[in-house]
């Protein structure tokens, strides 16, 4: 049997299967990694423009890299990796995505039930009243930054900068999500970002069985992963869903 029938068979097997993405899988619709040669952290420090207290200082500043940003982002559209686990949800197989990325792909594609653990770039939030407005083109070329129209403070990303905390109600989803779990999929992490780095040691610890879609191996790789598929999500994702039914 070869291994996305094996992969396929479990699938069916399990109760409760739960998806894990990092930015690889979003990396065929265009948007490049953070820490990779062409992601934002090669052209932007991230403790200079991507930390909270470097935001309250400076919004300016750091909002001409929000927009550099949003340039790669907004024009992004899901792809087969995103649809594929869209349709495995729709058709029973799949429980949740549990997504680093802040994208908004997975819904775009038809996912349900996804749990942003770094929040949603596609929306703005006010640190004064909790607002939220929805990005449109208007509001990012607003120079020097877009402001709440109620407390005129700047806006900011509805995303965890680097110094916030993962709001608790978005932590507590997800870890509930990987507690239930018995069947994972690791789908494009690096396996390095805490705390949602622990996710899958957590499912494992659960006795979840978990398999690894990656273009290089990662530190799950070779302590808590059953089954590694090398190559690109969308690839793979589409070889095991065609023997599911």
């Not at 094996?6 to 097997?13: H, M, Q």
């Not at 087969?80 to 908004?104: P, S």
């Not at 979840?208 to 530190?219: M, Q």
């Amino acid at each position: 049997m070869d291994l996305y029938r094996k992969v396929a068979e479990l699938i069916k097997s399990f109760k409760y299967l739960v998806a894990f993405t990092g930015a690889g899988i979003s990396v065929e619709s265009g948007i490049p990694p953070f820490r990779g040669s062409q992601g934002l952290w090669s052209k932007y420090d991230p403790e200079e423009f991507a930390h909270i207290e470097s935001f309250l200082k400076n919004p300016a500043k750091v909002w001409k890299m929000i927009r550099d940003m949003f340039t790669t982002v907004l024009e992004a559209k899901p792809n087969t990796a995103h649809k594929v686990l869209a349709e495995m949800e729709k058709r029973g197989y799949l429980k949740a995505v549990i997504t680093q990325n802040i994208d908004g792909l997975h819904q775009e594609a038809g996912s349900k039930n996804v749990i942003e653990f770094h929040g949603n770039c596609k929306w703005l939030l006010c640190l004064g009243c909790g607002k939220k407005e929805e990005v449109r083109k208007e509001l990012i070329e607003k120079l020097p930054y877009p402001k709440c129209p109620k407390c005129e403070i700047p806006l900011k990303p509805d995303v965890v900068f680097f110094g916030e905390s993962i709001p608790f109600s978005v932590r507590k989803k997800a870890e509930t999500e990987v507690s239930s779990c018995d069947f994972m999929l690791v789908i494009g992490t690096s396996g390095v970002v805490y705390p949602a780095a622990e996710l899958p040691y957590i499912a494992k610890i659960r006795g979840a069985k978990i398999v690894e879609i990656n273009l290089e191996e990662t530190p799950y790789t070779f302590s808590i992963t059953d089954y590694f598929l090398k190559g690109k999500a969308s690839k793979i994702l589409s070889e095991i869903f065609t023997k599911l039914s």
